[in-house]
Protein backbone atom coordinates (compact mmCIF):
# COMPACT_ATOMS: atom_id res chain seq x y z
CA UNK A 1 0.00 0.00 0.00
CA UNK A 2 1.41 3.94 -0.65
CA UNK A 3 1.45 5.59 2.24
CA UNK A 4 -0.75 8.81 2.88
CA UNK A 5 1.48 11.83 2.77
CA UNK A 6 0.45 13.73 5.98
CA UNK A 7 1.22 17.50 5.17
CA UNK A 8 3.24 18.94 8.00
CA UNK A 9 1.85 22.08 9.80
CA UNK A 10 2.53 24.60 12.87
CA UNK A 11 -0.18 25.77 14.77
CA UNK A 12 -0.82 29.24 16.75
CA UNK A 13 -3.25 30.25 19.06
CA UNK A 14 -4.95 33.85 17.28
CA UNK A 15 -6.52 35.99 20.36
CA UNK A 16 -7.65 38.88 17.96
CA UNK A 17 -6.59 40.57 14.61
CA UNK A 18 -6.50 44.76 14.33
CA UNK A 19 -6.58 46.90 11.56
CA UNK A 20 -3.97 49.22 13.32
CA UNK A 21 -0.70 48.22 15.05
CA UNK A 22 -1.46 50.61 18.13
CA UNK A 23 -4.40 48.49 18.82
CA UNK A 24 -2.90 45.47 18.19
CA UNK A 25 -0.26 47.02 20.43
CA UNK A 26 -2.22 47.18 23.49
CA UNK A 27 -3.39 44.00 23.39
CA UNK A 28 -0.25 42.46 22.94
CA UNK A 29 0.84 44.21 26.17
CA UNK A 30 -2.16 43.09 28.01
CA UNK A 31 -1.25 39.73 27.14
CA UNK A 32 2.40 39.99 28.70
CA UNK A 33 1.12 41.86 31.95
CA UNK A 34 -0.96 38.43 32.35
CA UNK A 35 2.08 36.23 31.57
CA UNK A 36 1.36 35.44 28.07
CA UNK A 37 4.10 35.15 25.69
CA UNK A 38 2.25 36.66 22.73
CA UNK A 39 3.77 38.33 19.53
CA UNK A 40 2.00 40.45 16.53
CA UNK A 41 2.66 38.96 13.24
CA UNK A 42 1.57 41.35 10.09
CA UNK A 43 -0.85 40.12 7.58
CA UNK A 44 -1.00 41.80 4.17
CA UNK A 45 -4.81 40.92 2.55
CA UNK A 46 -3.86 41.13 -0.96
CA UNK A 47 -7.43 41.54 -2.11
CA UNK A 48 -8.54 44.01 0.04
CA UNK A 49 -4.38 45.73 -0.61
CA UNK A 50 -4.75 46.36 3.55
CA UNK A 51 -2.85 44.98 6.71
CA UNK A 52 -3.71 43.53 9.62
CA UNK A 53 -2.10 42.59 12.61
CA UNK A 54 -2.61 39.86 14.09
CA UNK A 55 -2.18 39.12 17.90
CA UNK A 56 -0.69 35.78 18.82
CA UNK A 57 0.60 33.09 21.20
CA UNK A 58 2.43 29.69 21.04
CA UNK A 59 3.43 27.90 18.03
CA UNK A 60 2.88 24.32 18.55
CA UNK A 61 3.77 21.16 16.54
CA UNK A 62 1.15 18.93 17.76
CA UNK A 63 -2.81 20.15 17.38
CA UNK A 64 -3.93 18.53 20.91
CA UNK A 65 -1.40 20.48 22.69
CA UNK A 66 -2.05 23.41 21.19
CA UNK A 67 -5.84 22.65 21.42
CA UNK A 68 -5.57 22.08 25.07
CA UNK A 69 -3.30 25.63 25.63
CA UNK A 70 -6.04 27.20 23.62
CA UNK A 71 -8.62 25.76 26.02
CA UNK A 72 -6.74 27.12 29.19
CA UNK A 73 -6.24 30.60 27.71
CA UNK A 74 -9.89 31.10 27.15
CA UNK A 75 -10.62 30.15 30.56
CA UNK A 76 -8.69 32.55 31.85
CA UNK A 77 -9.65 35.53 29.87
CA UNK A 78 -13.22 34.62 29.59
CA UNK A 79 -13.24 34.64 25.63
CA UNK A 80 -13.55 32.63 22.95
CA UNK A 81 -10.28 32.18 20.80
CA UNK A 82 -9.21 29.82 17.50
CA UNK A 83 -6.50 27.67 16.44
CA UNK A 84 -5.07 29.20 13.57
CA UNK A 85 -2.80 26.66 10.99
CA UNK A 86 0.91 27.89 9.92
CA UNK A 87 1.71 25.64 6.76
CA UNK A 88 5.21 24.68 6.81
Given at each position: ?9 N ?7 W ?10 L???E????A???R ?13 R?GK??D?N ?11 I????L ?7
Amino acid sequence: KPRRKIESANYTIQIAAWPSLEQARREQLQLIEEGFDAYIERNYRKEKDIIWYRVRIGKFSDKNKALEVQKQIESILGVKLWLDVIPL
